[in-house]
């Protein structure tokens, strides 16, 4: 088996021998030289890529997923060995998979008034769902939502979560009030 670049492992015909061995490849943060820090990433960014991995099975998709989470060009791109590709595929799929359980862990809220609003069309909201946290956010400081869009997703998410949960408290709160 041969470390072929990611150009000349896409032309293969039957890929099978490589894809059984490089599979079992450790995660490995270096792509073209570079490494991926999703916690700086744009916030945008790091929506962006999370529909981008569910439809990679075409080679355009995956170097716009790469270009985006490495900051690599395509011709970089297509230089990459095989074996780093796979390293590094796997830990982005590593990194996107905990930081969707994180946001579903720590934003998911069940409402006993969720009923009530699945009936006013919350389900129309779902093409929004990236950037709705952006407009309250937005709404709070006084800011762009799309400027807000373009700040490192930590920080974004922070917020996110210490939103939620002082909304939580204020909610409790106003049921033991009452």
Known sequence: ?????????????DTTLYDGILEALNPANTFAGKKMDIQQMPY???KYCIRLLGKTSSWPDVVKLFTTCYGCTEKQFWKVRVVEYFGARRFL???FTRIIQTETRLLHTL?????????????RLKPFGDTLPLVQLGK??????YDLGRKPYGEIFSLLAQ???QNEVEAE??????
């Open 1 to 13: 088996m041969k470390n072929l670049t990611i150009q000349q492992y896409a032309r293969l015909p």
């Open 44 to 46: 945008a960014n790091v």
């Open 93 to 95: 799929i590593n990194e």
């Open 111 to 123: 409402s006993t008034d969720s009923h009530l609003w699945h009936m006013a069309g919350a389900d």
């Open 140 to 145: 709070m400081f006084g800011q762009y939502p």
């Open 163 to 165: 939103i939620k949960t």
């Open 173 to 178: 709160y106003s049921k033991l009030a009452k």
